[in-house]
């Protein structure tokens, strides 16, 4: 019988533990600067283990034996973030960076005076963490940079993370809410360890850290996560319930005193100080525990990088100055030719397999025929390959003075590699095409884009499996996969009832899919996410797309004449109003959601810039700020003089009383509405 003596003394103790666990946990994971020994620290877990054994119910899901406690899971949730999880351009060369920073100059003249932080960039995968009250409660991998996937009990095993946040020492207390984003990876030290302790057991080893981390957060199975030496770096603070930081600086130094592990920084006064910034960090590029790719060079007034905006995904207020490519030669021992989506044969080099960087290389892009004959490349060849960041690797040019005399001229083929038909060239373009609609090169490409996570999302569909569907024949077009039944996945290789069951499930439910993403989908040369969803911010449904005419959807922003041609062109061809019809029938037929468009007058709210706060009730946090940018509005997080008018709901807080200050008129939901029209 436990008294309550007993479960009171055993909770103190708990508390105590925890404490003292997570203490030494950040000395260790965090500042790598441990006070305990391995020993002494096992001797505190044990304690904890054997106490929550014995009481249960005096488990709280903060505590630190709660890190690899989750059971498996059957597929990740998903998280829609609270703020945009934006990417980032790319700059190679010092020129790249002036030139970015007197296109933002010419924006806003006060990036005439702004300071930048420069901090090498981690070549791992964002990470989005919550925190309710202080305590962990969620954790997002990036997705689409709006949705991501619930990953949060693989996270929970990663030891760099407070599962708590400690009051500070000067009494700071986390907001009550906080949201921050990083990027988890594995230190190459640990990724070579990994590898060595496979390689002995007789196991396939990684490619390299990056695939490596991704591959272990995303396993279903945290126990799995919990066996990888991740660990973390936190750099910005997404959503907050009390007022944000104002700077990067200001942002790095509050996630430190929160508990986070932070990145390296540079503080620099001007745009030469952040490329000298960037060029020691290339000096000390293999100097890093972790894989860097480059630099991140990011206005320090976060109001200022708010206001520059963005573009598609890509904030004005950084850029990634990556690292120069690498370049090593090999040996050239084949050329293959693969088919792609449209058709158009691309020239493979299969190399002796070389390592540049960290990553093995075995295969290289030549781009296509010409380009081999006018560098004059054979097989055989001894070759110039580069490689630039997430660039495909490419061969530069044959090595002339490595030549024996044995290199073989490549001769492109006059039929398809996979069907066979003739292949051919169209006036004034370099490509070589299969036009054979049929060839299943071309339905498999297809079909990959369509299954693939920013477009259908079907979970289970990989590639060997899309071969098999288009190989058997059951597979002819896009819209075939929805009469799929679970017997015919039944006659495949390697289907079980539970495989089958799960991959129809899957396929069904992306019958939910958004319009943005199906349009996506579709693959229209030149329509990718961002474009498919400024289509579907303009038009309800398929249909309207599809009847909607070059002109209307030239004038659509963000869509240019080439782009918008190849919507029309696509919509018309026969052989795709069937497969539209075979969608329609089986039920793939998204609706834009409804009054985002039909009451909406798109110019109304040019050039305000509309600041929300405190709690509404006919709309979301995130609903409002759509409703508003809809209406050709601007939202900004924090409110200046730059703002036009405040919207405040119930409990509005500190941004009420800035506005006041500031004289800036305060609205409600419903003199919102009237602003618009509504
Ligand atoms: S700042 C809007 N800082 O690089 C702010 N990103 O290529 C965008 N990354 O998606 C991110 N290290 O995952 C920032 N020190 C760093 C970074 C960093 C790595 C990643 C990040 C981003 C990607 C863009």
């Known amino acids: 019988m436990k008294s309550q003596q007993t479960t009171n003394a055993m909770q103190a103790r708990l508390g105590e533990l925890r404490k003292l666990i997570n203490y030494h946990n950040y000395r260790y994971h965090v500042l790598d600067d441990p006070e305990i020994s391995d020993f002494e620290f096992d001797q505190l877990i044990k304690e904890l283990k054997n106490i929550e054994t014995l009481f249960p119910e005096l488990v709280t899901p903060d505590s630190p034996s709660q890190r690899a406690g989750a059971e498996p899971s059957e597929r990740f949730n998903k998280v829609s973030h609270p703020a945009p999880i934006l990417s980032l351009s790319n700059a190679f060369e010092a020129q790249d960076v002036r030139a970015w920073y007197e296109r933002i100059l010419k924006i806003d003249e006060r990036v005439a005076e702004a300071d930048f932080v420069v901090q090498p960039k981690i070549d791992g995968l964002t990470v989005v963490l919550h925190y309710q009250q202080g305590i962990f409660s969620q954790g997002a991998t990036r997705g689409d940079g709006l949705t991501g996937e619930d990953i949060t009990n693989n996270l929970r095993t990663i030891k760099a993370l407070p599962l708590r946040i400690p009051v500070s020492d000067e009494g700071l207390n986390p907001p009550e809410y906080l949201v921050v984003r990083g990027e988890a990876f594995i230190t190459i030290k640990d990724f070579e360890a990994l590898n060595m302790r496979l390689k002995q057991a007789g196991e396939k080893v990684y490619l390299n850290p990056r695939n490596t981390a991704a591959g272990s957060l995303r396993q279903l199975d945290p126990a799995l996560t919990a066996a990888r030496p991740l660990t973390l770096l936190l750099y910005e603070i997404v959503d907050a319930s009390s007022d944000l930081p104002v700077t990067n600086q200001e942002t790095l130094n509050m996630l430190m005193k929160f508990g986070f592990p932070i990145p390296e920084q540079f503080y620099c006064r001007n745009i030469e100080d952040a490329i000298s910034a960037y060029e020691n960090i290339v000096r000390r590029r293999d100097e890093f525990v972790f894989e860097a790719d480059g630099a991140v060079i990011k206005i320090d007034d976060l109001s200022l990088a708010r206001d520059l905006g963005v573009v598609g995904k890509d904030?004005?207020?950084?850029?990634?100055?990556?690292?120069?490519?690498?370049?090593?030669?090999?040996?050239?021992?084949?050329?293959?030719?693969?088919?792609?989506?449209?058709?158009?044969?691309?020239?493979?080099?299969?190399?002796?397999?070389?390592?540049?960087?960290?990553?093995?290389?075995?295969?290289?892009?030549?781009?296509?025929?010409?380009?081999?004959?006018?560098?004059?490349?054979?097989?055989?060849?001894?070759?110039?390959?580069?490689?630039?960041?997430?660039?495909?690797?490419?061969?530069?040019?044959?090595?002339?003075?490595?030549?024996?005399?044995?290199?073989?001229?490549?001769?492109?083929?006059?039929?398809?590699?996979?069907?066979?038909?003739?292949?051919?060239?169209?006036?004034?373009?370099?490509?070589?095409?299969?036009?054979?609609?049929?060839?299943?090169?071309?339905?498999?490409?297809?079909?990959?884009?369509?299954?693939?996570?920013?477009?259908?999302?079907?979970?289970?569909?990989?590639?060997?499996?899309?071969?098999?569907?288009?190989?058997?024949?059951?597979?002819?077009?896009?819209?075939?996969?929805?009469?799929?039944?679970?017997?015919?996945?039944?006659?495949?290789?390697?289907?079980?009832?539970?495989?089958?069951?799960?991959?129809?499930?899957?396929?069904?439910?992306?019958?939910?899919?958004?319009?943005?993403?199906?349009?996506?989908?579709?693959?229209?040369?030149?329509?990718?996410?961002?474009?498919?969803?400024?289509?579907?911010?303009?038009?309800?449904?398929?249909?309207?797309?599809?009847?909607?005419?070059?002109?209307?959807?030239?004038?659509?922003?963000?869509?240019?004449?080439?782009?918008?041609?190849?919507?029309?062109?696509?919509?018309?061809?026969?052989?795709?109003?069937?497969?539209?019809?075979?969608?329609?029938?089986?039920?793939?037929?998204?609706?834009?959601?409804?009054?985002?468009?039909?009451?909406?007058?798109?110019?109304?709210?040019?050039?305000?810039?509309?600041?929300?706060?405190?709690?509404?009730?006919?709309?979301?946090?995130?609903?409002?700020?759509?409703?508003?940018?809809?209406?050709?509005?601007?939202?900004?997080?924090?409110?200046?003089?730059?703002?036009?008018?405040?919207?405040?709901?119930?409990?509005?807080?500190?941004?009420?009383?800035?506005?006041?200050?500031?004289?800036?008129?305060?609205?409600?939901?419903?003199?919102?509405?009237?602003?618009?029209?509504?």
């Not at 299969?350 to 296509?368: D, E, F, M």
């Not at 660039?391 to 073989?408: F, K, M, N, W």
């Not at 039920?587 to 909406?600: A, F």
Request: charged share 25%.
């Open 315 to 678: 904030p004005r207020g950084a850029i990634a100055f990556k690292f120069p490519a690498q370049v090593v030669t090999t040996q050239l021992l084949d050329i293959t030719v693969n088919v792609g989506r449209t058709g158009v044969l691309t020239p493979q080099a299969i190399l002796s397999p070389v390592n540049i960087g960290g990553v093995v290389v075995k295969q290289a892009t030549l781009h296509n025929f010409d380009y081999i004959f006018d560098k004059d490349i054979r097989i055989g060849d001894r070759v110039a390959v580069k490689r630039a960041g997430d660039v495909i690797p490419y061969i530069i040019g044959p090595i002339l003075s490595a030549r024996t005399g044995e290199e073989i001229v490549f001769i492109p083929p006059q039929a398809c590699p996979v069907c066979g038909q003739p292949v051919e060239h169209l006036a004034g373009e370099v490509a070589w095409y299969c036009v054979n609609s049929g060839c299943s090169a071309q339905l498999i490409r297809n079909l990959e884009h369509f299954v693939s996570r920013g477009a259908m999302d079907i979970v289970g569909l990989g590639i060997r499996i899309v071969e098999q569907l288009v190989e058997s024949g059951m597979v002819k077009d896009i819209a075939d996969l929805y009469s799929l039944k679970r017997a015919d996945l039944l006659n495949l290789d390697g289907f079980a009832d539970k495989k089958a069951e799960n991959l129809i499930e899957s396929i069904e439910r992306s019958k939910g899919q958004s319009l943005a993403r199906v349009v996506n989908a579709l693959g229209i040369h030149g329509v990718g996410e961002v474009v498919a969803g400024d289509l579907a911010n303009v038009f309800q449904n398929l249909e309207e797309i599809s009847e909607a005419g070059f002109e209307e959807i030239q004038t659509i922003e963000g869509i240019g004449p080439n782009i918008a041609q190849a919507i029309v062109d696509w919509f018309e061809r026969p052989s795709n109003q069937q497969v539209l019809n075979k969608l329609r029938r089986s039920g793939v037929w998204p609706q834009q959601r409804v009054n985002e468009l039909r009451d909406v007058i798109p110019g109304i709210l040019k050039d305000l810039t509309f600041v929300v706060t405190g709690t509404l009730s006919e709309f979301t946090r995130e609903s409002v700020k759509e409703y508003i940018k809809l209406h050709g509005g601007r939202v900004s997080d924090s409110v200046s003089k730059k703002t036009n008018y405040l919207v405040a709901g119930e409990n509005p807080g500190s941004k009420l009383e800035k506005a006041e200050s500031l004289g800036i008129p305060i609205i409600n939901e419903i003199e919102l509405r009237e602003m618009t029209g509504g």
